[in-house]
């Protein structure tokens, strides 16, 4: 027979994020008592009021088609949001709504990418990153963040990396997986290397609303008109409002991107889901009380549960700015244990202890696990109580 795959997904790496979710549930259906930490997705429910425009949009017949770059009432919310939030002005055609800023991502590298052009991707990734930027023909190219860096490159480290046939960099800020935040300066000195090697910014601000202690989030179009010129923003409403499931996200920058962008759109997805899209307009339009009742959780949890973990025998725990994930380096607790990786000692929590953790090999940074913070506070206290349980009995000096 015939060779029935394409080229371009025999090389594809499934999400590791999505996979130990998969596994964890799969115990659980076997009635193993099994905490998930692995989800990136806040553990509340879409508040109440979204809900209620979404069933009110449906009863008023709002079911049919949109334009494929999303609904002009949404279009504006967002332009009002961007405004507000981080005093950036745009324009509809600068705007486009998307099935979930995963799938704008996806969208957008489709459209400015070129057989071999690269993205410089900084580590440690989000899983998805270079996987979709190898679907669109390019190439990443990897810049390490060490720890000792808080897991953030410096401007010499993106000089270093632009060669000719470099396209964009992207920056994911507050980060998935390490939780650290850019600060105004960072993001300064990244966009003048960028601005005078001539290449793109995507600034991922999906976790903009999540930052902790005093930290705010400053957006890399903020810098100057220049800079926004050559920046593309993306979120969305999956992490600020918890609406994960709803799948909506968007993009902002320049016209002819977006026009490219909604064009794929409309030989692909159509349009996102109308009834989440007028859910969307509630959520950026209506009170945001709900928003920042589930930050302050986050940060509670945060503070209680960072010592804890920091306490385990061979973690190393950088404290997060923001998002809801903590990054520890368990190298050594994987290796006084007796685990030949930390893939295998993470593999070892799950079967043995009962925890599921995302080992950090699926974004670049062997030596981590990353652990979700998005549930509840007893959970997370008995998880790492498993966890330090576990290390202790197997560590050898």
């Known amino acids: 027979m015939r060779e029935l795959l394409a080229n371009r997904v025999k090389t594809l790496t499934p999400s590791s994020t999505l996979a130990i979710t998969a596994k964890a549930k799969e115990l659980k259906e076997q009635g193993i008592d099994v905490i998930g930490l692995g989800a990136g997705e806040p553990d509340f429910n879409t508040p109440q009021n979204i809900l209620d425009a979404a069933v009110e949009s449906m009863t008023k017949g709002l079911t049919k088609y949109t334009p494929a770059g999303g609904l002009p009432v949404l279009k504006q919310a967002i332009i009002d949001k961007l405004a507000r939030d981080n005093h950036l002005t745009y324009k509809p055609n600068e705007i486009i709504v998307g099935v979930g800023?995963?799938?704008?991502?996806?969208?957008?590298?489709?459209?400015?990418?070129?057989?071999?052009?690269e993205v410089i991707i900084p580590i440690p990734y989000w899983v998805s990153y270079p996987e979709q930027v190898k679907l669109a023909g390019g190439v990443p190219v990897y810049v390490e963040g060490t720890a000792e860096q808080s897991y953030k490159i410096t401007p010499q480290q993106l000089a270093d990396a632009v060669t000719e046939k470099t396209k964009a960099v992207i920056i994911n800020s507050p980060s998935n997986p390490s939780g650290m935040i850019y600060s105004?300066?960072?993001?300064?000195?990244?966009?003048?290397?960028?601005?005078?090697?001539?290449?793109?910014?995507?600034s991922d601000e999906i976790y903009e609303k999540l930052v902790y202690n005093g930290v705010e989030h400053f957006s890399m179009a903020q810098i100057s008109e220049q800079i926004k010129a050559r920046t593309i923003v993306v979120n969305g409403v999956a992490k600020s409002h918890s609406m994960t499931g709803w799948r909506i996200g968007y993009a902002a920058g320049r016209a002819d991107i977006i026009k490219?962008?909604?064009?794929?759109?409309?030989?692909?997805?159509?349009?996102?889901?109308?009834?989440?899209?007028?859910?969307?307009?509630?959520a950026y339009n209506g009170p945001q009380t709900a928003v920042e009742e589930m930050r302050k959780a986050f940060e509670s949890r945060l503070e209680k549960i960072y010592p804890q973990l920091s306490a385990i025998p061979g973690f190393k725990v950088l404290k997060p700015q923001g998002a809801f994930y903590l990054l520890p380096d368990v190298s050594e607790a994987a290796a006084k244990t007796g685990y030949e990786s930390v893939d295998a000692f993470a593999k070892a929590l799950l079967e043995?202890?009962?925890?599921?953790?995302?080992?950090?090999?699926?974004?670049?940074?062997d030596a981590t696990i990353r652990l979700s913070y998005a549930t509840s506070l007893e959970l997370l206290e008995e998880a790492v109580r498993r966890i330090d349980t576990f290390v202790k009995s197997k560590w050898q000096d």
Do not use: C, W
């Not at 991502?105 to 070129?114: A, D, E, G, H, P």
């Not at 993001?187 to 005078?196: G, N, P, Q, S």
């Open 184 to 202: 105004r300066e960072e993001l300064e000195a990244l966009a003048k290397v960028a601005d005078e090697k001539d290449i793109l910014i995507i």
């Open 260 to 282: 490219a962008m909604t064009d794929l759109a409309s030989h692909s997805t159509s349009n996102a889901t109308t009834t989440a899209q007028y859910a969307t307009v509630e």
């Open 352 to 365: 043995e202890a009962n925890v599921a953790v995302i080992p950090g090999s699926g974004f670049g940074a």
């Open 101 to 117: 800023a995963k799938h704008v991502l996806y969208t957008l590298f489709q459209v400015i990418l070129n057989e071999g052009d």
